[in-house]
C-alpha cells in the first residue's frame, strides 16, 4: 500500500537526504547508504522502525568522532527529519552501536 505515511521514507526521499549530507560532508558515502538502509528488512518495517534503522545506518557513515558527527547533523539541520535527527543525537557514538 504506497499511501502509508512509513513510505515517506523511501529511496528517493533517502537519496536526497544522502546528497543533501555528502554535500556539507563528502565522505558520505550515498550508495553504500542507501544499500545498507534499504535492506532486505526495508519493506517490513513500519515507521518507527524505519526511523530507527535509518539512524542507525547513517551513523555508520558520519564521522566516528561524536562532535565532528553532531557538526554534520547540525548542518543538516532543516534537512534531515526530526525523528532521524533526535535518534542521531541521541545514539553513542562508538562506530554507531
Excluded: C
Excluded at 518507527?48 to 542507525?56: F, L
Excluded at 557513515?61 to 543538516?76: H, M
Amino acid at each position: 500500500m504506497s499511501d502509508l505515511i512509513k513510505n515517506i521514507y523511501n529511496h528517493e526521499s533517502l537519496h536526497k537526504l544522502a546528497l543533501d549530507i555528502q554535500s556539507v560532508y563528502n565522505p558520505f558515502q550515498v550508495d553504500e547508504f542507501l544499500n545498507s538502509t534499504m535492506n532486505k528488512t526495508w519493506d517490513d518495517l513500519e515507521l518507527k522502525d524505519r526511523v530507527y534503522h535509518i539512524g542507525m545506518t547513517m551513523g555508520k557513515y558520519l564521522p566516528t568522532d561524536y562532535s565532528a558527527a553532531i557538526s554534520v547533523i547540525d548542518k543538516q539541520e532543516n534537512i534531515i527529519p526530526e525523528p532521524i535527527r533526535l535518534r542521531l543525537l541521541s545514539m553513542a557514538w562508538s562506530g554507531a552501536s
